[in-house]
């Protein structure tokens, strides 16, 4: 499903990612292969053109968050535009009370309505609704049997709810000479939905090759007589920019209030999943997944849009990224590295920050901030508890000077944080040597940034975790260094 838009998107973001920050020029570039993605893809072009013009758009005006991608930036906005042009979400059944709600199901022949009734009317069971499934398809005895045949293949299934089946089979052979024929059978269904105490009644209809006025004819009647409550158009996902355009003449017809996409399990391009939303208005509900009764899964486009772009780790990542530091936060502390100002309060909001985003520090290297230095740390919630019950033992003035930390203060320290003399130095190390590589990096460019940071794999950074026996490999300033240090800056700062 989705293969080759998912490769095309991969190479667009690909060219994207050697790039140091968005420009204009990269997103037009990126944005042409995009655009070619999606046409290949059978999407409709106007839904292409007003996509491409929406996600260029934004990309110029949104600001890249200090470190992170502009490829992967690229990902979330196409992956949020995807998500738009999907959804919202909308899998309400529109129940009404007294019932039975009444769903038609239209659609082009071989599109699946007969095996979405029945995987429907499965779903609508396990839910605890009792069901008619009315057989108004009467160009061939086949059809109205192959709903029946469902029926009962579903009567079978789990569920407290009730499946029936209402047919009339001698109105087959009235097909086509008697006008209204599928109208009679709809409306004795309805007194039969009724009289089972049904809260649901789904309508089997015809279909055609293609659309055609004989086909709209019969559906235009049956809409009138019955007034349905839903009007769902059955879609095969496989057949891209086609059944767009003929979901736009049903939609003109009978204005539709879903839509449900079959084959999904299929090796479909993406163009129906892409289009249908835009072009009709209606929203998507369904997707037919396989052609048994459980095959039938509740819309989600950012489920969708996730295995379009099959980089849904990037696009959580980037979504935690902006949720957990905002772009001024990150800004400030850069600022306060290249100056080389940051405190230990600093440093243990970029340790918690880091704790939140839990599993994804592997992804870490795009964090603003320290996050980069600190991405190879492995730090349980325990430590990190210690390293702060060692900084909050620390003076509002220490925290913001560690050089003062002699060795009187640090005994101090441990005492008031239960720890021992040991492990307070070794956070103290840790801070130093975070603090040096970020003064060095904040007044790198991106490029000597990125290089920098490949050679920071290697380093030992476990001290920050003050667990016993794992030295830092970066030599720390000796106490007395640190010592006289401070004494300049003192002086300076007077
Ligand atoms: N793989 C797959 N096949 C489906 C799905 N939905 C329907 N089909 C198959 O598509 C064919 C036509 O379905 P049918 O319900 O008879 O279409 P109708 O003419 O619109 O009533 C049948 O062979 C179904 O088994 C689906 O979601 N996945
Ligand atoms: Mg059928």
Redesign the pocket.
């Known amino acids: 499903m989705f293969e080759n838009l998912t490769d095309k998107f991969s190479d667009a973001f690909r060219k994207l990612s050697g790039r140091g920050r968005i420009s204009e020029s990269n997103i037009t570039e990126a944005m042409d292969d995009v655009r070619t993605a999606l046409l290949e893809a059978d999407v409709h072009y106007e839904v292409v053109d007003s996509f491409i013009a929406k996600v260029s758009q934004l990309a110029m005006g949104t600001q890249v968050l200090s470190s992170l991608k502009p490829a992967q930036l690229m990902i979330k906005i196409v992956n949020d535009e995807l998500v738009d042009l999907m959804g919202p979400v909308d899998t309400h059944l529109m129940e009404v009370d007294p019932g039975p709600t009444i769903v038609m199901m239209c659609?082009?022949?071989?599109?699946?309505?007969?095996?979405?009734?029945?995987?429907l009317a499965a779903y609508l069971k396990k839910r605890g609704r009792n069901t008619m499934l009315c057989a108004a398809?009467l160009q061939r005895p086949a059809?109205v049997q192959?709903l029946e045949t469902l029926a009962n293949q579903v009567k079978d299934l789990e569920g407290p709810g009730q499946v029936h089946f209402y047919a009339e089979l001698d109105k087959v052979a009235e097909y086509g000479k008697a006008v209204g024929a599928a109208v009679t059978v709809c409306k004795n269904a309805l007194k039969a939905a009724h009289d089972n105490d049904c809260q649901v009644l789904v309508l089997?209809t015809a279909?055609r090759l293609h659309v055609n006025d004989q086909l709209m004819n019969e559906l235009r009647q049956v809409n009138a007589a019955l007034n349905p409550h839903q009007i769902y158009l059955?879609i095969?996902a496989m057949t891209g920019q086609d059944a767009v355009n003929s979901a736009k003449a049903f939609n003109d017809q009978l204005e539709l209030d879903g839509v449900i996409l079959?084959?999904?399990?299929?090796d479909t391009r993406g163009g129906a999943a892409l289009s249908v939303k835009q072009i009709t208005g209606a929203p998507i509900k369904f997707?037919?997944?396989?052609?048994h009764l459980d095959?039938?899964e509740e819309f989600h486009p950012e489920r969708v849009a996730s295995r379009i772009l099959g980089m849904g780790d990037v696009v959580s990542l980037v979504e935690k990224a902006q949720q957990e530091v905002s772009a001024e936060d990150a800004q400030a502390l850069q600022d306060k590295m290249a100056k080389g100002t940051m405190t230990m309060d600093d440093f243990l909001n970029q340790l918690r920050t880091i704790r939140r985003m839990g599993s994804m520090k592997n992804l870490m290297g795009m964090l603003p901030g320290i996050g980069n230095q600190l991405k190879d740390l492995d730090m349980d919630d325990a430590q990190l508890d210690q390293t702060e019950a060692i900084i909050k033992s620390m003076t509002q003035h220490e925290r913001r000077e560690p050089d003062m930390l002699d060795n009187s203060r640090r005994r101090r320290i441990s005492r008031g944080s239960g720890t021992n003399q040991q492990e307070v130095s070794q956070l103290v190390k840790g801070f130093d040597l975070v603090a040096q590589m970020s003064k060095q990096m904040a007044g790198m460019g991106m490029m000597s940034r990125v290089k920098a940071m490949a050679g920071l794999g290697n380093m030992d950074l476990s001290a920050l975790g003050t667990r016993k026996g794992t030295a830092p490999q970066l030599a720390p300033a000796t106490a007395k260094g640190r010592k006289s240090k401070y004494k300049q800056r003192k002086k300076r700062s007077r």
Do not use: I, N, P, R
């Open positions: 659609g082009l022949q071989g599109s699946g309505k007969t095996t979405t009734c029945g995987k398809d059809a192959q089997d279909g059955v095969d079959t084959k999904f399990d299929s997707m037919g997944v396989g052609e095959a039938l």
